[in-house]
């Protein structure tokens, strides 16, 4: 079973960025998985942040994060970066990599991936 570790969170000032990355162990390929990073605050449901198709052809995100989140794909296609820009106190979450690979696309729905890491803390505070 495809296993994934998150990497590069950490504590940051609002309007600092962070750069987290997601890989399979092992070196596995990621390059037919539709790769999303979910992020989920203390108390509220699991969000999905932003995903990116099999191979990278499209990506998407939430509207709370577009224009400073960023998702891409390393050329080995072994990692999955999430470059996070201006941040705010309100980024501030659990955020985990996961894959599906059913049909290697991004459905929308977080419960569609079937792949999980661990997840890596990302506090947003002056």
């Known amino acids: 079973q495809l296993q994934l570790v998150e990497s590069g969170g950490g504590l940051v000032q609002p309007g600092g960025s962070l750069r987290l990355s997601c890989a399979a162990s092992?070196?596995?390929?990621?390059?037919?998985?539709?790769i999303g990073w979910v992020r989920q605050a203390p108390g509220k449901e699991r969000e999905g942040v932003s995903c990116t198709n099999k191979r990278g052809g499209s990506t998407n995100y939430a509207d709370s994060v577009k224009g400073r989140f960023t998702i891409s794909r390393d050329n080995a296609r072994t990692t999955v970066y999430l470059q996070m820009n201006s941040l705010k106190p309100e980024d501030t979450a659990v955020y985990y990599c996961a894959a599906s690979g059913l049909t290697g696309e991004c459905s929308g729905y977080v419960a569609d991936f079937a792949s999980w890491g661990q997840g890596t803390q990302v506090t947003v505070s002056s």
């Open positions: 092992g070196g596995f390929s990621l390059d037919y998985y539709a």
